[in-house]
């Protein structure tokens, strides 16, 4: 029996117990493959036994030095453990081994950012809108490094990307105003703050930058 997609499924179930169970049992079936142990700590840490799920995936890399989930699930549990820079090395140690998806770049990236570097942030999140085009939070995210950074119409580009995939997103909306106030464009900024306004009515940053806008 395949008891680590029994355990995966059991997982997607919300059946927690039988996931612990079927992983259990696949790492008694093969205690050197570190699959099961990858998969015993993604439950571990779903459940939020994290100093568990990290000794299991300590076990995992332990038995295979390029388990690249192994790496980004213990840096996943660093963010939740508000640790980011044991976070940062452990996506940078699952790059390393050849992971490259869109969550990996995302999760380097604001992790970076948790650590005041968004130029080193920027080309990763970069890297995650480009193999994830629909990813708003990324490309927001990547928005506010370019912005940081004025480069102001590729920020508005990003901004706006965002809007077209969110149109809920108020603080796209929001710092598509400040750039546009940067730039001098009033009217833009405005439109773009009350239209932050319409859906967060109670958006503080949007409320103080129209007020000075419509005092200038």
């Known amino acids: 029996m395949d008891y680590n997609k029994i355990g995966i499924e059991a997982m997607q179930k919300g059946d927690f117990e039988k996931a612990a169970e079927a992983f259990t049992k696949a790492i008694d079936e093969n205690s050197g493959d570190a699959v099961p142990y990858i998969n015993f700590a993604n439950l571990l ?5 994290l100093e568990r799920a990290l000794a299991f995936y300590d076990k995992a890399i332990s038995l295979n030095e390029n388990a690249g989930a192994a790496f980004y699930g213990a840096g996943n549990v660093y963010v939740i453990k508000e640790d980011y820079l044991k976070a940062k090395d452990m996506f940078e140690k699952a790059y ?9 770049f995302f999760m380097l990236g604001t992790s970076l950012l948790k650590l005041d570097q968004p130029k080193l942030a920027m080309p990763y999140l970069q890297r995650a809108t480009e193999l994830n085009e629909a990813d708003a939070e990324a490309r927001f995210q990547y928005g506010l490094c370019l912005a940081n950074e004025g480069i102001l119409d590729e920020a508005i580009a990003q901004f706006s990307k965002v809007t077209e995939y969110n ?4 603080d796209a909306y929001y710092n598509l105003g400040v750039a546009y106030a940067y730039q001098e464009k009033r009217e ?8 932050a306004l319409e859906l967060q009515p109670d958006h503080l940053l949007s409320i103080r930058v129209k007020q000075l806008l419509e005092q200038a």
């Open 188 to 195: 833009q900024a405005l439109a773009m703050l009350n239209q």
């Open 96 to 104: 390393r081994t050849g992971l490259e998806n869109s969550d990996l």
């Open 45 to 49: 840490s779903a459940v939020g036994e």
């Open 167 to 170: 149109p809920s997103h108020a």
